[in-house]
C-alpha cells in the first residue's frame, strides 16, 4: 500500500493549497487532454465561465454527463473531401435541379448529391403509395411542387453508393428523423430553430414531422403567409424551416413559426443546450475568430465548440481585415459526430437565412468552356489551388484536378507556371464558386456535357452495355447515349451480342440530343453514319428538291412516315413510294430501312413535310444508261476496247459508245482461253459477238461464252424468279465460291445457290477446290422458296442432261478461239517468227538439228524457225540416242505463240506414215501433251495426232492431281470424224478414261517439279488461301505455295498475314524451292530426291527485284543464323494437343516447337492454349534453342529463353513425394523442386493434398543447385505487393532462429533419437523423445504411429547449436501451448519431472541396492528352489516401476553381469531376466504378495536350507537388512494402495473401488482405458454401458463425461454410423448442447474438418440464441485459418443473439483473432467497439491483455494513453494507471516511468477532490 501511495499520490491538501486547483486546471491540463477523449466532471465550482471555455476548446472527446461538448482545434483547415464523408453526416444543401423523382443537391466544396423521392418524409412515402394503389394521382404534388432551384435546406448523407467505374454517389435524405435524430422531447426548447417537413394539413395550420415521436408540432396557418413561393397553402412533404416559439408538456406539444425576421435574427444560444451529437447545419451562432491562417479560420462558438471555416466560405471583400478575437456571425455548413467536425460559412449569402442562392452565376452558364491564359493566385496544399481567368473571375481547382488521375502532384511547379489552361467542370451553389479542372485528358475531350453534341455529328464511343431495346455507348466519362436496337445495324439483329462486345469501339451518328433530360440517340445504321447527303436537322434545312437520308419509323396503308433528325419527320404518301404500283406498303418496306427520299413540300411553322422515294430515284445523277439506248437482253453486240483492268475490259458498246465492263471470265468458256483473250485484246479492238446478258438503269452485263450465248438465243433462260421451276435445267457461270457451296449466276441477273452437297457426284471436302470463278456450267433447279425469292441447284454430272455433241461443240470453239489469238498476234506483229509459228499446226513434221541434251528432254534448233524455242520432254525421246548438232526429224505437238515455244516429239510411233482412220472407229488413244483445258493425244500406232478437251462435262470437277489428265496416261477414243476441217484437218473424236491403272512411264507431276527452276519469275492466281500459306495456281496449271512468311515484308505482331492476299487475285512470284507433294516437306531445288514437288513461291518484293542477286540458302546456313536469346518473328503452323505443344514456322525451311510452358504465363490458359495462338497468327518469340539434327528451333512465347535466379516462372508437377516436396518440370528443360516449407505462407495440415501430377503452378526461382532449381509458390515470394501477411515466415538461415522461439514445422521422420521436424529447406531440428510428450513411451514406434510424415507441428526452440548447425526442439504442451502429440486415449503414464523424479531416483538406488544384496543370497542358495527367486525378483521390481523406469533400463540389465562364474546353469536362466518377464499390462498391484508372505517363504526356505545342511547360515547384519527391506516394501505397499492418483492395473483392482465409487466418472473411464491398452474394444463398450446404468441420474456432470468418453471410442474405433446411434442416445439423455459441443471438439481434434463444420452449421442454427456456441464455432473456424468465414459467422451471430449480447460477443472474436487469426483485424475489432462503449473498462483490461501480449511497444503505450483518458469512475482511471505503471516498470525506462508518474500527477490535480476520495 505504501508502494502505491508513492506511485499515485492522492490529490487535494497533501500535495497543493486548495487556492492553487484552479490555476493548475488552467496550465497543466493541456499536456493531459490535448488531442484525447476525456469528460469533465460535474462539480467545477471553482471555475469560471472564461477557464470553461478554454478547458473545452482542448478536448477532442465526447458528449458529457452535464451535455457540455467539447471538440478539438484542427491542425491544418482544409475543405471537406469526399472521403471524409460518412453516413450519417449532416449537411446544409442547395437545390441544382429538380426532376419528378429526383434533386439534384449542391453541397458544401464543390461536392453534389441527389435526394431521392422516397427520403422525404415518412408522411410523404405513406401518401405515393396510396395514391399509387388507390390509381388516383390528383392530389399528389412531385418534387418541383415542393422544392425550387437555389433552395436551402438540412440534409444527411443516407448512403454512399460506389458506381461501375469506382465514383462516388452521395444519396441524401430530408427525413426529419434522420436529420433531428440527436434531438429527444426533452432537449427542445424555445428559440431554437429547426427543419422538418409538413406531416398533414388541418383547418387552422400544419401538423409538422421534426421528426421526435411523441412530440407533435404545429404551425398556425397565419404564419406562413409570408413564407417565400406559397403564399397560399404549404403541402404534404414540404420541407420548411422554423423557430420553435413555445414548448409545452415536456416537449410532447410545440408550435412553431416561420416568420422570415425572426429566422434572420435567431441564432442558437448556450441555453439551448446544443451540443455536438445534435448541433444541425444552417444554425446561425455568434463566433470569436481563434486563429487567422492561410487556408481559413478557426472559430469558437457556443462557448464550448471550435469549428473551421475554409478560404471558400470566407467573406470575399473581407479576406484579409479578418483578425483574432473578431466577433462574427456564422452559418453551420456541416457537422461530422464522430470526427467531431465542424465547418461553419462567414458568406453574407448563407448568414442572411431566407435568401435564394444563385445556382448559375452572373456571367452565364460557362459549364464545359475551356478558358486559356490563367494566373494562380493561391495554392491550398491540402485542398486545392485558385486561379484566376482573364476577366478577373476567381475560380478553384480541387487538388486531386491539379494532375492527372495516376501522375505524382507537383504543385510547386504548377504554381511557378505563368499561365494555365483549364476546363470549367461546374459552378457549385454552396460555394458561389466555379470549380475547373487542369487535366489534360479532360480538357481534350472532345465532349464534356450533352450540350456539346449536336444531331447528325459523327462520334465515336465504347460499348458499355448490351439492353433488350437497344446498345448503351460512353462517349465520354459522363456522357452515354443509347443505340435503339433498330439501329444496331442496315438490319435487324437477333442476336446483337454476337456482333457486339463490351469495350468494343464503335463509330456512330448523333440522331437526336435531349440536354435537360441528358439523353441522347445515336444510330449505327452504315448508310446513316456514312451518308455524304445533307443533313435535315431542322425543317427549315429540310427545302424542296433537296435528297437526305431517312429511317422509317411507321408504315400505314397510306404511306411511310420517315424520321431524320432530331424528331424531324415527313410523310411518303403512296403513290411517291415507287414508280410501280404498290398495294401493300408493308410488303415492300420495313421498319428502321434507311432510305433516299426527296423533299416535296414543307412547312416549317406547322413542322409538316411531304418527301418522294420516287423523286429521290429518278433524279440519281449516278445512273449512266441513257434511257434512249435499246439494249434487249440477248441481243448481239460489238463493243470497242476503251481499256483493260485486271479483271476485266472497259468497252465502248457500239454504235452508241455506251460504257460497260467486260469482264474477262466473260471471254470464254475455257477457262485457260479467259487470260490469252485479255492479254491478246489492245485498247481500240473491236469485239464482236457480244451477247447482252443483263440490264438496269446503272449497267449493262456483257458477255462472250458461247454456251451462254446459244442459251440465250435458244430461249433456255428465265427470264424472272416466276419463270423458275423445279426442275428447269439452265446455263450459267460461278459468281462466288464459298465454304458451304458456290452462288450460279444466270441471265437476267437470277442468282442460285449449289450447296455443296449438290456440287460434284463426288464427295467434296472443300467447296472452294472444286469450281473456278466465271467457270461455265449447266445447273438444274430443285428447291424454290418464293417468299424469300430464292432458289437452289444441283450441278452433279448424273443429274444434269447434255446436247449431244457439245462436248465436241465446245471444243471446236476453244481451239477457234485459240486460232483466232495467234493470227491477232502474227498480225499485229511484223516479226517473222510469229507469222512463221502461226503457220504451223499439230502434227507438222520437221527437220530439226539438236542443240543440246538436259536431263529434262533435248532442245533443238532449225533455220526456218530462228529464234524459236523447240523442246522434246524426255519421254519424247525416248529410246533415241541424240548428239549435239545431230539432224532428226520431229512432229509437231503444241506451239504457244506467245512464249515462242514449240513442243515436239522425235518418237518413231509417232514419225510413221499416218494410218486412215474411220468414222465411228474406236482407238486406244495416249496423252502425248498438255496444255491447260487441252490436250494431244496419239491414236494407237495409227500415227495419228489429234487435239482433245480435258475435261468431258461443263461440270467436270478434279478433286485430286491423279484424276487430271497426264502426258502417258491411255485413253479410249471414238472417232466422230476422220478429218474435221475446224480441227485444221485433225480427227475430231470422243473419249473417256480407261481402267484406272497407274502409269509410271511419265513422271505424274513433272511439269511441276521439273518446270520451274530457282529465282524463276512467274505469274499466277490465288486458287486458296489458308492460314499457314497461299496456294497459287501458275500459268503451266500447276500449284505452287506461298509460306506465310513470304507474303508480306512487313509483319504486325498478331495478324494473318495470309489474309491480306484474296482469292482470285493475280500475283507474281518467284521460285525459292519445293515441296514434296507427298509430306509437303520443303526441298531446294538442288535435293536429289527432287521427284514430286511442289513449286515454292515468294511474293516479297525485296526478292521479285531482279537487279539484285537471288541466292538459295539452305536450312543449315539460316539455321545456323539464328542466336539464343534473339528474338524472332514466327507464324503458328499446328498445335499438338498430345505432345501439348506448338510448331511454328520462322520461313519456309525453318519449324521451330515451344513447349506449353514456355507459351503460356496463365495456368488458366493451359486447358485451351490453341485458343491463344491461331494458325497462321504473327507471334513474337525467343530462341531458346537450336538444334542442327533434326534442324529445329526450340523457342518461347513467354518474352524469356532462360530461367534467371528470382524470376517467376510456370512449372508442371511431375511427382509428388511426402519426402521431398514437389518435383516441378519447368520451361526449357529444367526441372526443379519444392520443399514442403515453400509451399505455402501460412503451414496447413497435409500440404501435399492439394497438389496432383500434371498441375501448372507458378514459382519462384530461388536458386539452383546441381542443376535442378530450387522452387517456391509461397505468395509473398510470387507477388509481394497483394500477398497477405506472412503466418509462417521462412527460415533462410539458422541465424535467424532464437532460443525460446515458437515455430511450426513439419515431421521428417521418427526415430530412436527423436522426431525430427523440417523448419526450413536445408533446417531440421530434433525433439528428444523425453521433449516430444508428457507421457512415457518405451519405444519411438508409439510416436511414429501417431506422428506420421509431414505432420504440421507447433514447436519451440530450446537451443542452437551453430557450428554443428544443431537444433534442439520441443513439443511440451508446456512448452508449445498446444495439446500434446499423443491422445490422452491411449492410456499411457505420464513422465515424472521435477521433485517427483528426484524422489523416484532416489527409491530408485536404494531399490537397486536392496536387489543386490538379495541377489548375493540367491546366488548362494542351490538351484532347486526357484520359488524364492521369483518372489524376491517381483517384490524388488514391480510392474509399477517399470513403468516409471526411464534410462535405468540399461543399468538393470547390465547387472546381472557381475561374477558371472558363481551363477551356475538353470533352466529359468539368471535371476535378473525375470524382472523384464513380469512387465504386462495384465499385472495388477494385487498380483504382488504382501511383504510378511515373501518373508515367510524366504525364512521357509532358509529352514529347509538349515536341515539339509546344504547351506550356511546367514550374518546377524544380513538378517537385519532383510528385516529392514521387508518392512519397507510393506510401508510402500500400504501408501500404493492408499494413493488415489495411482490407475489400478486389472479387472479386480477396479471392480473393488467402483464398489466404494460407483458414481465416479474417473474410475469407469480409467477402466476403459485399461480395456482399450488390451485392444479390448468390445469389454471397454460394455464398461461404459455399466457405468451409464450405474452412475445416478442425479449426477448429470459425471454420465456426460461417460457419454464423452464413448463417443470418443466410436470415433476412434467404431464406424459412423455408431458413432451416430451413440450421438443421438446422448441427446436423448443428456442436455444437448454440451454433447454437441463435445462432439464437435472430437472431430476437430481427430482433424475430421468436414464433420466438424457441419456439427457446427447444426449447432448454429438449432442453438442460435446461445453465445457459447457461436464462440466455440468461431474458434474452430480461426484455427482451420478461415478468418474470411469467421468475419461472416460473426455477423450472423450479431444478427441472432440479443443486442445486449453484441458487444460481448465482438469482443471474444476480437480475442480469437488475436490467438488464432490476424492480432491486427483483432486489435481493429476492439478498436471499433470500444469506440461505441468506452466505458467498458473490462473490455478495455482485455484489449490491453492480449496488445501486451501481441502488440508493439508504441502500441500499447498509445492505448494505455487512450484509457486512462476515459470519462469513467475515478478508481478504474487508478487501476489502469498501476497497470501502465506496472508495464513501463517491466520493460521501459525510468524516463517513460515518470513520465506516467507524471501524467498521474496530472490526473489527480485535475480531479481535485473526486479523485482524491
Known sequence: MTSMEEDFPRGGTAKKPAESKVVVQRTEVDNLFQAKEQTEPKKRKGATKDDIKKFKKQKTGKEKEDSLTLNAVAKCVEILHMKSLKEGMLMLGCVKEVTDFEVTVGLPCGMQGFLSIKNISDSYTKLLSEQLDADDTEEIYSLPHLFYPGMVFRCVVAKLDTAKGGSVSIQLSVNPKLVNKALTSGSLKAGMVLSGCVESVEDHGYIVDIGMSGTKAFLPKKAVKDKHKNPEELKVGQYVTSQLEEVKNDGRVVRLSVSPPALAQACAETQHGWNLTNLLPGLLVKASIKKVTKHGLILDFLSSFSGQVDFLHMEPEQVSSYTEGDEVRACLLYVEPSARLVGLSLRSNLVQPGTRLDTTPTGGDRIGEVVSS?????????????????????????????????????????????????????????????????????????????????????????????????????????????????????????????????????????????????????????????????????????????????????????????????????????????SEPIISPEEIFYVGQVVKAKVLQCDPEKEKMVLSFKAAMEGDPETPAKPEFDCEVGKTLEAKVLSKSINGLEVAILPDEVRTVLPTMHLSDHMSNCPLLWETLQEGDTISNLVCLNKNKQNITLTKKPTVKWSLEEGVVAKD??????????????????????????????????????????????????????????????????????????????????????????????????????????????????????????????????????????????????????????????????????????????????????????????????????????????????????????????????????????????????????????????????????????????WERTAPRRQHTLSESQPSAKGHCFGEILKGKVRAVKPACVLVTLEDGSTGSVHVSEVTEKVFLGTLPTSLVKVGSVVTARVIGGREAASHRFLPFSHPKFTYTIPELTLLPSKLDTSVEFKPVTAKEKLSS??????????????????????????????????????????????????????????????????????????????????????????????????????????????????????????????????????????????????????????????????????????????????????????????????????????????????????????????????????????????????????????????????????????????????????????????????????????????????????????????????????????????????????????????????????????????LKPASAAQEADSSDGEDQEENGKSQKKSRHELELEKKAAEKALVQREAELMDPNLRPQDTAAFERLLLASPSSSLLWLQYMAHHLQATQIEQARTVAERALKTISFREEQEKLNVWVALLNLENMYGTEESLKKVFERALQFCEPMPVYQQLADIYAKSNKTKEAENLYKTMVKRFRQNKAVWLSYGTFLLQQGQSDAASALLQRALKSLPSKESVDVIGKFAQLEFRYGDAEKGRSMFDKVLTSYPKRTDLWSVFIDLMVKHGSQKEIRSLFDRVIHLSVAVKKIKFFFKRYLEYEKKHGTPESIQAVKDKALEFVEAKGTEAAC
Open 374 to 578: 490563367c494566373k494562380m493566385t493561391t495554392m491550398h496544399h491540402m485542398s486545392g489551388a485558385v486561379l484566376e481567368l482573364p476577366d478577373k473571375t476567381l475560380v478553384f481547382v480541387h487538388r486531386r484536378h491539379l494532375k492527372e488521375s495516376h501522375a505524382p502532384p507537383n504543385e510547386n511547379r504548377l504554381l511557378a507556371m505563368p499561365e494555365h489552361t483549364c476546363r470549367i467542370l461546374d459552378f457549385s451553389p454552396m460555394d458561389q464558386i466555379h470549380f475547373v479542372t487542369l487535366r489534360e485528358s479532360i480538357i481534350e475531350k472532345p465532349f464534356y456535357r450533352y450540350h456539346d453534341l449536336q444531331a447528325g455529328q459523327v462520334v465515336e464511343g465504347k460499348v458499355s452495355v448490351l439492353l433488350d431495346h437497344g446498345m448503351v455507348v460512353h462517349l465520354s466519362d459522363h456522357i452515354k447515349g443509347l443505340v435503339p436496337r433498330t439501329h444496331l445495324s442496315d438490319i435487324l439483329l437477333k442476336n446483337p451480342e454476337k456482333k457486339y462486345a463490351e469495350g468494343m469501339k464503335v463509330k456512330c451518328r448523333v440522331l437526336s440530343v435531349d440536354v435537360e433530360r441528358k439523353r441522347l440517340s445515336l444510330t449505327r445504321k452504315k448508310a446513316l453514319v456514312e451518308s455524304t447527303l445533307p443533313l435535315f436537322l431542322s425543317y427549315t434545312d429540310a427545302r424542296v428538291g433537296r435528297v437526305s437520308h431517312g429511317f422509317i419509323v411507321c408504315i400505314k396503308g397510306f404511306g411511310c412516315i420517315v424520321r431524320f433528325y432530331n424528331s424531324v419527320k415527313g410523310l411518303v404518301p403512296v403513290n411517291e413510294l415507287s
Open 721 to 990: 424468279f416466276s419463270d423458275i421451276t423445279v426442275g428447269m435445267q439452265l446455263i450459267g457461270w460461278i459468281k462466288n465460291i464459298m465454304s458451304y457451296g458456290v452462288f450460279v449466276e444466270f441471265p437476267y441477273g437470277l442468282v442460285g445457290l449449289a450447296p455443296k452437297s449438290a456440287m460434284s457426284d463426288k464427295f467434296i471436302s472443300d467447296a472452294t477446290t472444286a469450281f473456278q470463278l466465271g467457270q461455265t456450267v449447266t445447273a438444274k433447279v430443285t428447291n424454290l422458296d418464293e417468299e424469300k425469292r430464292r432458289f437452289l441447284v444441283t450441278l452433279k454430272v448424273s443429274e444434269v442432261m447434255t446436247p449431244e455433241g457439245e462436248a465436241q461443240t465446245r471444243l471446236i470453239r476453244g481451239l477457234q478461239e485459240k486460232r483466232a489469238v495467234t493470227e491477232m498476234l502474227a498480225t499485229r506483229d511484223d516479226s517473222d517468227l510469229r507469222q512463221q509459228l502461226a503457220a504451223l499446226s499439230v502434227g507438222q513434221k520437221l527437220k530439226l538439228t539438236v542443240d543440246n541434251l538436259k536431263d529434262s528432254g533435248a532442245a533443238f534448233k532449225s533455220d526456218v524457225l530462228a529464234g524459236a524455242t523447240i523442246l522434246a520432254s524426255k519421254h519424247h525421246v525416248m529410246g533415241a540416242t541424240l548428239t549435239p548438232g545431230q539432224k532428226v526429224g520431229a512432229v509437231i505437238l503444241h506451239v504457244d505463240i506467245l512464249s515462242s515455244h514449240v513442243h515436239v516429239s522425235i518418237l518413231s510411233k509417232l514419225m510413221a506414215k499416218k494410218k486412215s482412220l474411220t468414222e465411228g472407229s474406236k482407238h486406244t488413244a495416249m496423252v502425248q501433251h498438255i496444255d491447260r483445258d487441252f490436250a494431244v493425244v496419239s491414236l494407237d500406232n495409227t500415227a495419228q495426232l489429234t487435239v482433245i478437251q480435258t475435261t468431258s462435262h461443263l461440270n467436270a470437277t478434279f478433286l485430286f492431281e491423279s484424276e487430271k489428265l497426264k502426258p502417258g496416261m491411255h485413253l479410249t477414243v471414238n472417232v466422230i470424224e476422220p478429218s474435221c476441217p475446224e480441227l485444221q484437218g485433225l480427227p475430231l473424236v470422243s
Open 1122 to 1487: 539464328y542466336q539464343v536469346g534473339e528474338e524472332v518473328t514466327c507464324f503458328v503452323s499446328k498445335y499438338h494437343p498430345e505432345r501439348k505443344s506448338l510448331e511454328v514456322t520462322t520461313d519456309p525451311c525453318i519449324t521451330g516447337t515451344v513447349e506449353l510452358l514456355a507459351m503460356i504465363t496463365d495456368p488458366k490458359d493451359a486447358s485451351h492454349p490453341e485458343k491463344l495462338y491461331r494458325m497462321g497468327k504473327a507471334v513474337s518469340a525467343r530462341v531458346v534453342e537450336v538444334n542442327s539434327k533434326p534442324q529445329r528451333l526450340v523457342l518461347s512465347l513467354t518474352g524469356v529463353h532462360t530461367l534467371e535466379k528470382g524470376s517467376v516462372t510456370l512449372g508442371m508437377v511431375t511427382n509428388v513425394q511426402p519426402h521431398v516436396g514437389l518435383l516441378v518440370k519447368l520451361p526449357f528443360g529444367a526441372t526443379g523442386t519444392v520443399a514442403i516449407m515453400d509451399l505455402a505462407d501460412a503451414y496447413r495440415p497435409n500440404p501435399l493434398e492439394a497438389y496432383s501430377k500434371d498441375q501448372l503452378v507458378r514459382c519462384f526461382l530461388l536458386g539452383n543447385e546441381n542443376g535442378k532449381w530450387q522452387l517456391s509458390l509461397r505468395p509473398s515470394r510470387l507477388n509481394p505487393a497483394q500477398a497477405k501477411p506472412v503466418k509462417d515466415p521462412e527460415v533462410l538461415s539458422i541465424e535467424e532462429l532464437k532460443a525460446g522461439q515458437i515455430i511450426r514445422g513439419y515431421v521428417k521422420s521418427v526415430g530412436e533419437q527423436g522426431v525430427f521436424i523440417r523448419l526450413s529447406r536445408g533446417i531440421t531440428g530434433r525433439a528428444q523423445l523425453q521433449q516430444s510428450t508428457k507421457y512415457f513411451v518405451t519405444k519411438h514406434n508409439v510416436l511414429s504411429q501417431h506422428l506420421p510424415l509431414n505432420t504440421l507441428l507447433t514447436v519451440k526452440i530450446l537451443s542452437i547449436d551453430k557450428e554443428e548447425e544443431l537444433v534442439d526442439l520441443s513439443l511440451l504442451p508446456a512448452d508449445t501451448g498446444k495439446p500434446d502429440v499423443l491422445p490422452e486415449s491411449l492410456g499411457l503414464p505420464l513422465r515424472l519431472i521435477g521433485e517427483e523424479k528426484k524422489k523416484h531416483d532416489t527409491k530408485k538406488k536404494r531399490e537397486r541396492t536392496l536387489s543386490g544384496i538379495q541377489q548375493e543370497q540367491a546366488d548362494q542358495v542351490p538351484p532347486k528352489k526357484k520359488k524364492t527367486k521369483k518372489a524376491k525378483t517381483e517384490d524388488s521390481d514391480s510392474g509399477v516401476e517399470v513403468y516409471f523406469r526411464e534410462e535405468e533400463d540399461k543399468e538393470d540389465d547390465e547387472e546381472p553381469k557381475p561374477e558371472p562364474a558363481k551363477v551356475k546353469p538353470s533352466p529359468a536362466g539368471p535371476s535378473r531376466l525375470q524382472v523384464s518377464a513380469g512387465f504386462s499390462w495384465d499385472m495388477g498391484l494385487n498380483s
